[in-house]
């Protein structure tokens, strides 16, 4: 209680057997087992320095999974917006900005949040509806009021080519996604 998690703790730790004998892995480790999992998302993972990289390696190991990622908060400058880009070139993650801002219940006010929690959503939400052919873009961001970072048609038009995918608003269609790129430069697997 109250300790700070590290890296180890996402990534998983060796722990002794279960009392069947089964390995008992843990963090991303304790997913390798699991087929079903499809998107791996950990929305506060900009608050361990290498989180987002271990999660695109687990899913290019796994093959199978694709990783939502999305900018650190507080990028609200033109300056920071022009060095803003993915943790790596691949084709097993799609990056987010700016961060929205929702409803928070318990404060009574709007929090700023990550987007992947709600992307992944728009992910399931699109596959379930649409199937897996229809991108996961130009889609309602359910809950956001705002978000950190106005982006103007000028400031996506640079950040799309290095893999940004952009969350917008709009006037009288809200707040949207509008974006469907991997965060991977090669042009066979550039969308998602």
């Known amino acids: 209680p109250g300790d700070v998690l590290a890296i180890g703790d996402y990534t998983g730790r060796p722990l002794p057997p279960l009392p069947d004998g089964r390995i008992n892995k843990t963090g991303l480790q304790g997913f390798e087992q699991i087929d079903e999992i499809a998107i791996v998302v950990a929305p506060d993972y900009h608050e361990t320095a290498t989180l987002d990289t271990e ?15 999305h900018s650190r908060p507080g990028i609200d400058t033109l ?3 022009n060095n803003i880009r993915p943790p790596q070139d691949t084709t097993y993650a799609a990056f987010y900005f700016p961060w929205i801002k929702v409803f928070n219940p318990l404060t009574k006010q709007d929090s700023k ?3 992947s929690g709600h992307i992944a959503g728009i ?6 509806e649409r199937g897996v052919f229809k991108a996961p873009a130009n889609e309602v961001v ?7 970072f106005q982006i103007t048609k000028r400031e996506q038009d640079s950040l799309n080519p290095r893999g940004v995918n952009c969350i917008r608003a709009f006037p009288g269609r809200g707040i949207r996604v509008w974006g469907a790129r991997t965060a991977s430069s090669n042009t066979l697997w550039k969308y998602i």
């Open 55 to 69: 999660l695109i390696t687990h899913c290019t190991q796994m093959r199978d999974r694709f990783a939502i990622l």
């Open 113 to 115: 949040v990550p987007p």
């Open 123 to 128: 992910y399931a939400k699109t596959d379930i």
């Open 142 to 148: 359910v809950g956001a009021r705002s978000i950190e």
């Open 79 to 81: 300056a920071a917006i």
